[in-house]
């Protein structure tokens, strides 16, 4: 078994004085949820996810040695204008991971990144963020230790990328990611992602997410504070024993290719998540008037159509639109059609399946 001190390094054999890695790595979204936690961004209950594609952060990390070794210095770029508003959670981020990563100190960091989609577009960039942020620095860190090996350095990524954001280590590799351990699914952990190990139908194959943006603005509770409601909540230890249950039945499901009840366990999963949070104290709801109307609109297409297509909702307003590749056509002009009046200024972002973090 892993254990958090697997990935603190004895020495390094080579050194490097400056330079500059980019990486690009995709959101990712949460068939079985994640909702609460433990200490040190441990999930309280396993989840899987689709790797996105199109969605995705890109950042550029440049390097330097630096005299005064003994405080963290970076500056923090977004599209190329500084960001002080982000510094506070990435000074938090190194302070996590200094024990893992030494060397920080040593450097000043020049951090640079950029989203392909949307600023503020209701996306969590938090996960594609902090997981483009870990490959950046686990690039470094193999620049310091060359025999490091792929798996390895993947793992750590994965496992950095957690400290950063819960959901980020799903963003490390594709196209199907199951986070926490599961006592049915071979390699997995609480402490990094893992590429689901079991056989994918083809059903699954360059599945379609289409993000129906309702609401562009700031969720009035975010999920961190969000996952801490889940201390003392009433239906805790049931949901938490659901979401393993869940993921039993995906297992069958991936193999299967039974898209109907893939449907019913995605579907279920949203609106349970958004149920833990109507039933916390204090509550709140982050779903909108139209959140409802587009469910309700799918709903009524899919009874009408037998087109097997679904939604699933990440903690906020906007809908995910899911259905297989050989669909798209029929759902696409659906959405045209019907949903499009549901979005603010009528956007959407087309996605789809991808394979997790890329070198640039």
């Known amino acids: ?4 001190n697997d990935f603190i390094p004895t020495q390094y054999s080579h050194s490097i004085e400056k330079g500059s890695f980019q990486w690009s790595s995709p959101s990712n979204i949460a068939l079985v ?3 609460g936690k433990k200490d040190s961004q441990i999930p309280a209950n396993p989840s899987v996810s689709f790797t996105l594609s199109n969605c995705k ?17 970076f500056d923090l770029l977004f599209e190329g204008k ?8 990435i000074q938090q981020f190194f302070d996590r991971v200094l024990i893992y990563l030494p060397f920080f100190k040593e450097y000043h960091f020049t951090i640079d990144t950029k989203n392909t989609f ?3 577009s209701g996306i969590a960039s938090s996960a594609s963020g902090m997981a483009a942020l870990a490959m950046n620095l686990m690039n470094l860190e193999k620049a310091l230790n060359p025999e490091m090996t792929e798996d390895y350095f993947y793992q750590k990524a994965s496992f950095l990328a957690r400290l950063g954001s819960g959901s980020a280590c799903r963003s490390v590799k594709g196209k199907v990611v199951v986070w926490g351990n599961h006592k049915n699914i071979k390699g997995s952990s609480d402490l990094f992602g893992v590429e689901f ?6 059903n699954f194959n360059n ?12 969720k009035q509770v975010s999920s961190s504070v969000g996952h801490n409601l889940m201390i003392n909540h009433p239906f805790a230890e049931r949901r938490f024993a659901q979401a393993h249950e869940n993921l039993d039945k995906l297992i069958s499901i991936f193999e299967s290719g039974n898209l109907d009840e893939f449907i019913k366990i995605v579907e279920s999963e949203a609106l349970t998540l958004h149920a833990m949070m ?5 509550y709140f709801i982050l779903m909108k008037p139209n959140t409802l109307e587009i469910i309700n609109a799918i709903w009524k297409f899919r009874s009408e159509t037998k087109i097997p297509v679904c939604f699933t909702l990440d903690a906020g307003a906007n809908v995910h639109v899911l259905y297989p590749k050989n669909v798209s056509t029929e759902v696409l002009q659906f959405i045209k059609d019907e949903l499009v009046g549901y979005c603010q200024n009528g956007q959407y972002i087309c996605d789809e399946i991808g394979i997790g973090s890329i070198k640039n």
């Open 207 to 218: 599945f379609q997410d289409t993000i129906l943006l309702v609401d562009k603005g700031e």
């Open 118 to 120: 949307p600023h503020s």
């Open 82 to 89: 500084p960001k002080e508003d982000f510094k506070p959670k």
């Open 197 to 202: 190990p079991n056989a994918i139908h083809e």
């Open 278 to 282: 109507m039933t916390s104290m204090p």
């Open 33 to 35: 949820k994640y909702w």
């Open 1 to 4: 078994m892993f254990s958090a």
């Open 57 to 73: 952060t890109i950042t550029t990390l440049a390097f330097a040695k630096k005299e005064n070794q003994n405080t963290f210095s």
